[in-house]
């Protein structure tokens, strides 16, 4: 018997992923560059999220031509995203045999009550949480792979450093507690009992859980890594940064040797123009995108 | 000790894999991480970015000697499997340790959607081995020193030589211990064989 699109061979292909580096891409060509540098997949989009920012607008799942091009011309597994709660595009995307879809809140929310319901579909689907509630929930409804949501398009970490810290505090508040008062915490945590069980016994979420939403730099990768993250999704922070081609390099090392700083030290250097960034304070709560999805 | 070739993908299953066994381990990042080590273990991941970080910081070279000296037994699973086949179809250039005398096609089976998991007969075995297979490769060739343990729809999906196994599914993603003992049992021999 063989069994297709189960829940192992999906959170078994997110397993694949670990220890490597996701970037936004939105050109064959700097696909190909994503690839070259050693990038595990690439997410393929139509605007980078700052680009999202800055111009405004409605933003929706990629043109199905440009996600077509974008397979052809790399190996490497290809991502792309949909809508929170649009699963006409998600359809769409497994249709065209997209290798993961990222239900992302960078995108303009389609459905401002309910997440997709990812039972449904046999390709794999990754989820932004900013804690550990948010993630079980999406777990539960059938998330293969968690990432923080960080602020995407600022270039500014210290909002997936906020998520990732407050997941794993959660987690080892957890792990704190007797099994009785389980259920008092799934309460608190607006979360199924039956994950709350699960990271109250072993620890850690049960799907891969990434780093997103800010990453820049290769010391910002390191960070996340050093911080419990399994990988890094980059966004905006190579393609609009100097050099792309020798800061994804860098930042894939990075991740590989996160705890090695002499090797940090060596691919930090001369990396070109950074992206300019953001300050988050800045940015009025309103256009936030972490504040997207519940 | 088994070295697990720790640079991209889920060398910590295979860790943990090993850990229930008792089994010492050590991550393999550099090549002086090689050391005492006599079986390499080549993780699930994504066999582009694997050799491209295994040939920088002499991973590839050090593997490599030791394989060819007769002192390091190597496994690879799936995209391990790809980074030790001396073919690999349509990506001639696509950095590997290349040691093994088989042919191997990236992505056989289709896209991810197209991955599965299925009970499989393994010669050897007493009962089925539950294998899942992720954006596997196919074996197309299997030359000198390698004989097949397993196939699946007529392709072989494991692999055994001397100092050598390939499986292009992931026993790391279960509980099942039995696929890691074969390689410890493979792992041991080189060493006692050289000592002796």
């Known amino acids: 018997m063989e069994a297709k699109g189960t829940l192992k061979v999906k959170t078994g292909f997110a397993e694949m992923f670990k220890g490597g580096v996701i970037m936004d891409v939105t050109t064959p060509e700097q696909a190909e560059i994503a690839e070259e540098a050693g990038a595990v997949a690439v997410m393929a989009l139509e605007r980078v999220p700052a680009d999202i920012r ?8 990629a043109d199905p031509k440009k996600i077509k091009e974008i397979m052809a011309a790399v190996s490497i597994p290809v991502m792309a995203k949909v809508r929170i709660g649009h699963f006409a595009e998600a359809m769409i995307l497994e249709a065209l045999g997209v290798d993961f879809i990222d239900e992302s809140e960078v995108l303009t929310p389609a459905d401002e009550e309910h997440h997709i319901d990812k039972w449904a579909f046999k390709v794999p689907f990754v989820n932004g949480a900013r804690d550990l509630g948010e993630a079980l929930r ?3 409804e059938g998330a293969a792979m968690i990432r923080t949501k960080g602020e ?6 210290v909002e997936a450093v906020r998520h990732a810290r407050r997941m794993w505090k959660q987690i080892r508040w957890l792990q704190s507690l007797r099994e009785d008062e389980l259920p008092a915490a799934a309460k608190e945590l607006q979360a199924p009992l039956d994950l709350v069980k699960w990271v109250h016994e072993h620890g850690k979420l049960p799907v891969v859980n990434f780093a997103a939403g800010g990453v820049a730099t290769p ?3 390191a960070l996340m890594m050093h911080l419990g993250m399994e990988g890094v999704f980059v966004g905006s922070g190579i393609f609009k940064s100097g050099d792309p081609r020798k800061r994804a390099r860098a930042i894939v090392r990075a991740v590989t040797h996160y705890d090695d700083p002499e090797v940090l030290a060596e691919v930090s250097e001369d990396l070109g123009e950074p992206m300019v960034g953001i300050n988050i304070d800045l940015i009025p709560e309103e256009e936030r995108l972490a504040k997207r999805g519940w | 000790m088994i070295g697990i ?5 889920d060398f910590r299953e295979h860790e943990l894999m090993f850990q229930k066994m008792g089994v010492p381990t050590r991550r393999v990042r550099r090549a002086g991480d090689l050391a005492g080590v006599s079986g390499l273990v080549i993780p699930g991941g994504e066999s582009t970015t694997i050799g491209k970080l295994a040939r920088e910081y002499g991973v590839e070279e050090e593997a490599r000697r030791r394989y060819q000296e007769g002192t390091l037994a190597l496994w690879g699973t799936c995209a391990g499997a790809i980074w030790l086949a001396r073919e690999i179809e349509g990506y001639p250039d696509q950095p590997r340790l290349g040691v093994l005398d088989m042919s191997v096609a990236r992505n056989a089976y289709g896209r991810q959607v197209e991955s599965f998991e299925t009970d499989l007969e393994i010669e050897g075995f007493d009962r089925p081995f539950h294998a ?5 490769p196919v074996i197309t060739r299997v030359g000198e020193g390698l004989r097949v343990l397993a196939s699946y729809r007529g392709d072989p999906v494991f692999l055994a030589g001397e100092r050598a196994m390939v499986t292009t599914f992931h026993p790391e993603l279960t509980d099942d211990p039995r696929v890691h003992a074969s ?6 021999k080189g060493v006692s064989l050289k000592a002796g």
Request: charged residues 15%.
């Open chain 1, 54 to 61: 800055a111009q405004g607008g409605v933003a929706r799942m």
């Open chain 1, 138 to 140: 999406r777990i539960a």
């Open chain 1, 152 to 157: 995407a398009g600022t270039g500014n970490v």
């Open chain 1, 219 to 221: 010391a910002d990768a």
């Open chain 2, 5 to 9: 070739l720790a640079v991209q993908g």
């Open chain 2, 132 to 136: 899942i297979f992720i954006r596997a």
């Open chain 2, 183 to 188: 390689f410890v049992k493979l792992a041991e």
